[in-house]
């Protein structure tokens, strides 16, 4: 990095903390940031400050997009209205409220989700371009309720390039399952479903034998004796696979693409012979071949039934709360990859840049979100 970008930078820092502290003053509790262009950088300090030191929730708009369709046809207005509509269902669910509600009543779980709480667990690793000794980034999210539009979450430092999480799942478990509790008067929930993203298969054992006792650890801690338990199910999501799938016939084709019709699953003749595992192409791509996304099974405390399992996980891919219609994996798998490269934002440059440039900021950072914002889904 160049004195020039430095000295930039730190002159923005100090314009940024300004502007925080301006709005704290203020007891301001929500900010829109109009960019020129895109910046990463820029991009990044403002969600560290708004996220870590400020407690301020942010969304970021591009200005140059802002005011590009104005004035012009309507079909390029219609451009501007979708990408307003899309900020706007940001604001929605960073200020607490709901964008859509799906109903299932046929289903037997979303009936029971009144008492079930949905966990999505990722690991993020530092890339090619990253600082040396830079860490992974472990995150969990997880639901409160039965609408499934909020999803506060917790983060932690780990050991760089691990995939499991131990000890600091544990400490991000009880973090969720103490905001359920104050969120449900005081009760817990009594079905656990963990969507956990990120693994490969030569690491399902791993889970079972590294991670799954820091469950056990805590329903000990929180729940007492094993009688008292909840239910749990550990459900791994493939996204990085190399199967695709083709409809034989016109009338079962989406009209535009020719992929498989939204909802399509596939759970025999190319599935695990051995696994409890299914491939669930849930949403319409917008070109090219669609990608179905592969669920595996390795952990079923529940005793799932794989129809009931099926349509419970295609429902909820309709349920991604900044979007209007069905997405490629189940939100909670989701959230908790966004959550991970939210995180990243505040390791910029630990994770982003090698120019092996200190920052206090980030060697002190540990996982933890400002206190305003930790019970709401301030990564979206």
Known sequence: MDSATVSQRASGVKELKSAFGKMVADRARFAIVVLPTFDRWLYSRIKYYGDVEYGIHTVCCIGDKLQKYRGYPA?????????????????NIKAGGRNHIVQDTSNVMMKELAHTMLVGI???HPSPGSSEGAPSIAGVVASYDEYLQQWPASLRRQQGRKEMVETPLYEMLKERLVTWTRMNKG??????????????????QAVLDQELPQFKKVFK???GG?????????????KRHHTRFYPTKVEDAAPRTFNPQPGTVVDRGVTDAVLYDFYLQAHDGLQGTTRPAHYVVIYDGLKLKANALQNFTHTLCYSFNRAT?????????????????????YLYNTMNENNNVSDAA???????????????????
């Open 226 to 238: 094993p009688l008292k338990w909840p239910k749990l199910a550990i459900i791994v999501v493939g």
């Open 75 to 91: 079909d390029e207005d219609r451009a501007l209205a979708q990408y307003i509509g899309n900020l706007a269902l940001k604001v």
């Open 122 to 124: 990722d690991v993020t």
């Open 362 to 380: 980030e060697n002190a950072w540990t996982g933890q979100i400002h206190p305003n914002l930790r019970d709401s889904t301030f990564y979206i």
């Open 221 to 223: 801690d929180l729940y």
């Open 325 to 345: 219609k069905a997405v490629s994996i189940c939100p909670p798998a989701y959230y908790a990859d966004l959550l991970c490269e939210r995180a990243r934002m």
């Open 187 to 204: 009760a817990l929930p009594k079905n656990i479903i963990v969507y956990r993203d990120g693994v490969s298969e030569g690491q399902y």
